[in-house]
């Protein structure tokens, strides 16, 4: 399709996917995990919530990751990391980091590292749908909190954005 100017007026400048760390998010949960996240009364719990169980094997030949019986090797490309303070519907600040580094998996791998040291983890993923530009993740080891942060399809400074990690906030706090 052509247009009578020469530029699609529908496209959009395409938004990097990021992680958004809040400060303090880690040390405000790690101790409340039970009450926040895995008591069935939570209020997280009405979400669209998804569990998913993955082994990372580090070694020489380099980082794999398994799900389920599929291996994986994987890549990090660096990104730059900006802090950021973004003002919340309700007239608070919230600051944090934005990583926009990504984690790449190769194709499937037929082989796993024999050398490696391994580190299993429960990933949780808590959305409004499954189509959501925002994903509260919260990886657990044993039981444990291992990390928590937001995976962002947008730019956080975008309106809906801020709603929604507002949103999932409250329903941990």
Request: proline share 2%; charged share 25%.
């Given at each position: 399709?052509?247009?009578?100017?020469?530029?699609?007026?529908?496209?959009?400048?395409?938004?990097?996917?990021?992680?958004?760390?809040?400060?303090?998010?880690?040390?405000?949960?790690?101790d409340?995990?039970?009450?926040?996240?895995?008591h069935?009364n939570?209020k997280?719990?009405?979400?669209?919530?998804?569990?998913?169980?993955?082994?990372?094997?580090?070694?020489?030949?380099?980082?794999?990751?398994?799900?389920?019986?599929?291996?994986?090797?994987?890549?990090?490309?660096?990104?730059?990391?900006?802090?950021v303070?973004i003002?919340?519907?309700?007239?608070?600040?919230?600051?944090?980091?934005?990583?926009?580094?990504?984690?790449?998996?190769?194709?499937?791998?037929?082989?796993?590292?024999?050398?490696g040291?391994?580190?299993?983890l429960?990933?949780?993923?808590?959305?409004?749908?499954?189509?959501?530009?925002?994903?509260?993740?919260?990886?657990?080891?044993?039981?444990?909190?291992?990390?928590?942060?937001?995976?962002l399809?947008?730019?956080?400074?975008?309106?809906?954005?801020?709603?929604?990690?507002?949103?999932?906030?409250?329903?941990?706090?």
């Open positions: 399709m052509t247009f009578k100017y020469g530029k699609n007026p529908f496209a959009t400048t395409k938004n990097r996917h990021c992680i958004f760390y809040p400060d303090n998010l880690f040390n405000n949960v790690k409340k995990l039970d009450t926040c996240l895995f069935p939570a997280i719990n009405e979400m669209n919530h998804t569990t998913v169980d993955l082994t990372y094997i580090y070694s020489q030949n380099g980082i794999f990751v398994t799900r389920g019986d599929v291996v994986y090797q994987i890549s990090y490309n660096d990104d730059e990391v900006k802090k303070s003002g919340l519907e309700d007239g608070n600040v919230l600051s944090g980091f934005i990583d926009y580094s990504r984690e790449n998996k190769s194709s499937k791998s037929t082989q796993i590292p024999y050398d040291t391994s580190l299993s429960t990933k949780h993923t808590y959305t409004f749908s499954k189509s959501s530009d925002v994903t509260l993740v919260v990886l657990c080891e044993r039981n444990k909190l291992n990390d928590i942060y937001f995976e399809k947008d730019n956080i400074e975008h309106m809906f954005i801020k709603q929604h990690i507002s949103s999932l906030l409250s329903c941990i706090n």
